[in-house]
């Protein structure tokens, strides 16, 4: 028997965006592997409102940056924001992806061949395998928005789940139940987690 604690994440940049990725950008975006076009500690890209989101071996980032017009000038103020979810104490085994998006994406940097990356492929799912004993993360793209779930295997403990977040500019929970983090780019807002058990395939909540 296992059980699932369940949540979704926005991005909230004066209107409130899933996870899709930019407003520009269609609900179809899914998690990009990395093939050597991007810094070896990532290991698959996806595109947020304002930036990316990047997934590591157990931590999950948000590299936001925004460019500000001030007042009725053309000058502009160019800022980047880091975000980093650790999950503290985990040990993943693999991180893979799976359900695997039609085409190929190509990484073309400067004028050497030796630095380009071609047939990158895209996601819909990822799978953090043992992140902890008896537990595995899921991450989907979910009609565009970003939902992920911990896969708790019977007789495993869920209360060894630490999420740290690093460089968050304010955090509160919000009556509803959502947790809302502050950047100096935009908000993301989680929505409040739920646990479920999937028996004899009937789901029922878990309280």
């Known amino acids: 028997m296992r059980f699932l604690l369940t949540a979704i994440l926005f991005l909230v940049n004066h209107l409130m965006y899933s996870h899709a990725g930019p407003s520009f950008v ?4 899914g ?8 810094d070896k500690d990532v290991f698959f890209s996806k ?8 997934f590591g071996k157990h931590k999950i980032g948000y590299a936001l940056s925004e460019n500000r017009f001030e007042g009725h000038t053309a000058k502009s103020k160019y800022r980047r924001h880091n975000l980093i ?21 190509n990484y073309f940097y400067g ?9 990158v492929k895209t996601f819909n799912k990822l799978a953090y395998n043992s992140l902890y004993s008896g537990i595995d993360l899921e991450v989907l793209n979910n009609n565009g928005k970003v939902k992920y ?3 708790v295997s019977s007789g495993s403990d869920p209360s060894i789940i630490q999420m740290n977040y690093q460089g968050a500019v304010k955090m509160n929970v919000s009556r ?27 789901v029922s909540e878990v309280d």
């Open 26 to 29: 269609s609900e179809g975006s």
């Open 31 to 38: 998690f990009t592997e990395n093939l050597g076009q991007w």
């Open 47 to 54: 595109d947020v409102p304002n930036g990316k989101m990047l």
């Open 85 to 105: 979810i650790d999950f503290v104490g985990a040990s993943t085994r693999n991180l893979v992806g799976t359900d695997a998006k039609k085409g190929i994406k």
């Open 111 to 119: 004028n050497s061949p030796s630095k380009w990356v071609s047939g």
């Open 149 to 151: 779930q911990f896969v």
């Open 176 to 202: 509803s139940g959502k947790l809302i983090v502050m950047t100096s780019v935009n908000q993301i807002v989680e929505n409040k987690p739920f646990a479920y058990q999937v028996i004899n395939g009937e």
